[in-house]
């Protein structure tokens, strides 16, 4: 599992062999934290499968059949929420992805007041998507603070002259609120990563001649490469899941994957729950899939290296 | 901009101070694109909350004036009135938040301790389950475990929020504490052993000062989780359980800027405090610094 996240316990070889005079030890050490995640997360998780399946005894239906995912598969909204969902999650990740690597970048050769700008870019990291999602409505309305900017400079007369940014089609006000808020978790990642590298090893590549691409590309890049995938398979995972979000910046229709089943689960029509489960089942599959991949990649690259 | 040009820097090295004249004229340009960069950063991160921070005092502010027209205090007035709704959504997050974090402390040492110090079969294992919530979406959980929480009456409870809300806290407690215990010394255990401790007092006067920063951080960290949960709260607490992020997403969906506003700078209040005791600590390689993805 190493590298997958730069903050594991991966220090595998300082490790103390098992207490064998105390075989109980360990078992009774995790089992508080255990309880809670199989209790509460595995037994969710398995729940909502088993619920998606139509399967609910508590409520007295015992017959397992694949009707919500048959449903939802042929339900047209589903398909236009999970595009919109997923071009959200790519667009976010990738833009956030190299805005990261230029601020970490532009960051470790700040000379002048590094401490004050660094704690200022780390400065939205504990504020919830929630709020970031309110500032982004304020500044990128059609009637918003840059559309009054807007109209002071000249540019625009009237709100509908400024684009429509927000509860648009393609999402860019949910987009614009990741970014805010990944950019920032990317590149701090990037940044502990680039402060530790030192200036050694590209001194050296200058010094055989490499010049500013190459020193990029070939010298930092590489170092940079799994704190990169890590941060931005997690952001990926968060923005395709995310609810808040989507929910006071999106369009009604369609929105994203998670908005749509959310509100099949607050239907009044109590036969619209397996579907909503089926959905965020789907969700959970997604990103289980594509962290199982990315933790087989890694592990290939690293054997490599 | 000759002078500086002429004069050596401080932090360039003595080998960039010896290239040729042509060579170094060529960092000029550079450096003041990475300026560049930096203003348009701390502008990028700060300019959300401008908005933010007028709304709050503003009374009236119609569409091309740039600022409000008529200020007040009336959302501040209104956020901290003892009989407004805040001042109980605040209470009832501090009280969730507060309980999440005591109750996932002990699980933290305890599982952190076995993570962080021993290597035993299935590590590898438990370390997956134990990181799976940090990944996967808490939609699907929450949808499942809402019927079972019906049944056993903790839907709509404050105890059903506060147990729901360890999903996503656990993990990063775990985490934090486990990296504690990987620099820990079991030797002075050992030595208060043969001093003739007792196991509490090995714990109380030995391992618990040890590892007392991490706890803190954790504690700092699981608060802060708990206190931005919007989704577990209004799924399991069914809209009974009115914590502040509930209760400032109805005013961002009722239009009042004002108190929307006012109420999004009261509930960031803890996180920035949380971010200023712990910004000198924090790197992006730290334990803690994952949950930020989440939030």
């Not at chain 1, 401490?115 to 504020?127: A, D, G, K, M, V």
């Not at chain 1, 607050?266 to 619209?272: G, H, I, P, Q, S």
């Amino acid at each position: 599992m190493r590298n997958v996240l730069p903050w594991l316990p991966c220090h595998l070889a300082t490790l103390q062999p098992f207490p064998m005079k105390n075989r109980l030890k360990i078992p009774l050490l995790l089992a508080p934290a255990l309880t809670v995640i199989l209790l509460f997360f595995v037994g969710g998780l398995v729940l909502a499968v088993m619920q998606s399946l139509g399967y609910m005894p508590i409520i007295g239906r015992h017959e397992v059949s694949l009707d919500a995912y048959r449903a939802i598969f042929s339900r047209e909204d589903f398909y236009r929420s999970l595009a919109l969902t997923t071009w959200i999650g790519l667009v976010s990740t990738a833009v956030s992805t190299i805005l990261a690597i230029i601020s970490a970048l532009a960051l470790r050769r700040a000379v002048r007041g590094r401490r004050i700008t660094t704690f200022i870019f780390q400065f939205n990291l504990p504020i919830p998507h929630v709020v970031g999602a309110i500032g982004i409505l304020f500044l990128f309305s059609q009637s918003g603070f840059l559309a009054r900017l807007g109209h002071m400079g000249g540019i625009i007369r009237e709100p509908a002259d400024f684009p429509a940014l927000v509860f648009d089609p393609y999402a860019i006000g949910i987009t614009l609120e990741y970014v805010w808020k990944s950019t920032v978790f990317i590149g701090v990642i990037l940044l502990a990563v680039l402060l530790s590298l030192g200036d050694s090893y590209e001194d050296v590549a200058r010094n055989l001649g490499a010049n500013r691409w190459q020193r990029f590309r070939f010298v930092v890049l590489p170092f940079l490469m799994p704190g990169i995938m890590s941060a931005s398979i997690l952001v990926f995972a968060f923005t395709f899941g995310a609810f808040e979000v989507p929910l006071l910046l999106g369009q009604r229709y369609p929105s994203a994957l998670p908005v749509l089943a959310y509100r099949s689960y607050t239907d009044v029509d109590l036969n619209a729950r397996p579907e909503a489960m089926a959905m965020s089942v789907i969700i959970a599959a997604v990103i289980g899939v594509l962290v199982f991949v990315y933790m087989q990649l890694s592990r290939r690259f690293l054997r490599e290296d | 901009m000759t002078k500086e040009l002429l004069t050596p820097q401080k932090s360039i090295p003595k080998t960039e101070r010896k290239r040729p004249f042509s060579q170094t004229n060529l960092r000029w340009p550079t450096i003041s694109i990475h300026s560049l960069v930096v203003v348009v950063i701390v502008v990028g991160v700060l300019l959300p909350f401008v908005p933010l921070l007028i709304w709050s005092f503003a009374h009236r502010w119609l569409f091309p004036a740039v600022l409000p027209t008529e200020w007040s205090l009336r959302a501040w007035t209104y956020v901290f009135s003892p009989s407004s709704k805040v001042f109980l959504a605040f209470w009832r997050s501090f009280v969730v938040a507060t309980a999440v974090t005591l109750i996932s402390i002990p699980i933290g040492i305890m599982a952190g301790r076995a993570l962080g110090l021993y290597r035993f079969r299935g590590r590898t294992l438990v370390l997956f389950l134990i990181l799976a919530p940090t990944i996967v979406p808490v939609l699907a959980v929450a949808m499942g475990i809402h019927v079972v929480f019906i049944r056993y009456g903790l839907a709509d409870t404050l105890l059903g929020v506060i147990l729901v809300h360890l999903v996503p806290v656990t993990p990063y407690m775990v985490l934090i504490m486990s990296s504690a215990f990987a620099n820990y010394d079991t030797d002075f255990e050992d030595q208060a052993r043969s001093l003739g401790a007792k196991p509490s007092q090995v714990f109380r006067h030995v391992t618990l000062p040890t590892i007392w920063p991490s706890v803190m951080i954790g504690s700092l960290f699981a608060f802060i989780i708990s206190w931005s949960q919007y989704l577990l709260t209004l799924l399991i607490g069914g809209g009974q359980v009115i914590t502040l992020p509930v209760l400032l997403f109805s005013f961002a969906n009722s239009g009042d800027n004002a108190i929307t506003a006012a109420l999004s700078l009261v509930f960031i209040a803890p996180a920035i405090l949380i971010l200023l005791l712990t910004a000198r600590y924090l790197s992006g390689k730290d334990a803690a610094f994952g949950s930020f993805g989440r939030l």
